[in-house]
């Protein structure tokens, strides 16, 4: 990649509370203060409510639309029954990336067992990456931590722009 690329990128906070004004969210801004170290350009934040069909909408909106590429989603990843993010992401999926989700949760194990309750999930739609962090921000830096160092390489094959992963490239074979 390089060094000047910049992937356009969404926040969507998803809180009922945050919503309705009655909390303050804290997790969104914890992804873009983290993301701005980055190669990840801020380009729109949104807050909603938890509800699946206003997340698909805003999720295919993003996509589609705005052509972000990539979305990270923060919230409604729990077992409340409101918690409809990972429902709301599949739906709106065209392939599934369970890698990702599953070394988040990996590396939160290594902090906390309440890690495998995360239910969240990471998926491409056409060629936009959308990943589900957790809602708090603590769990937020965690993940991100965990998965930043990689997702460079990925959003690069999947903006066609790199060779797959498991590909060795020209110079490090001595093949022209």
Known sequence: MTADRRWRTAVVTLSDKGYA???VDKS?????EMLEKETYD???TVLLPDER???EKCLRTLCDDERMDIIFTTGGTGFAERDCTPEATMAV???NVPGIAEAMRLASLKVTPRAMLSRGVSVIRNRTLIINLPGSPKAVRENLEAVLPALGHGMEILAG???ECGMPDQKSTGRA
Do not use: H
């Open 161 to 163: 722009r790199a060779q």
């Open 21 to 23: 004004g009655e909390r």
């Open 28 to 32: 969104g801004p914890a992804i873009c």
């Open 93 to 95: 999926a065209t392939r």
């Open 42 to 44: 801020v380009v729109k």
């Open 53 to 55: 069909k206003e997340i």
